[in-house]
């Protein structure tokens, strides 16, 4: 009864968040999010849940470091001449490098 009630309103919510994010991407992070607790306590230990945190944390966290590294590389090409208070030495190199 509950979960009816749950979906039903949801179908009030706005489209668009406040910075024009869309709706359907934090119910999409919700459903991981959810999915993620549940496979949690699904685990027969504390320490293979502990296990499985600290290997997703690390991923994340290599995820997001390509993230930045891909996104530093495109904004050096499609906005060159824009004042930046730290430059990588050698130029593109150098960035390419620390890769």
Do not use: W
Not at 73 to 89: C, G, Y
């Amino acid at each position: 009864m509950i979960n009816v009630a749950a979906i039903a309103s949801l179908r009030d919510l706005p489209q668009m968040a406040k910075y024009g994010l869309g709706s359907v991407f934090f119910y999409l992070l919700a459903g991981i999010v959810s999915f993620l607790c549940l496979t949690f306590t699904l685990q027969p230990t504390v320490a293979s849940a502990y296990f499985m945190l600290s290997n997703l944390t690390i991923q994340l966290y290599l995820i997001m470091y390509m993230a930045m590294f891909v996104s530093a590389i495109r904004l050096r090409h499609t906005q060159p001449d824009v004042f930046r208070s730290f430059r990588v030495p050698c130029g593109n190199t150098g960035l390419m490098i620390e890769q």
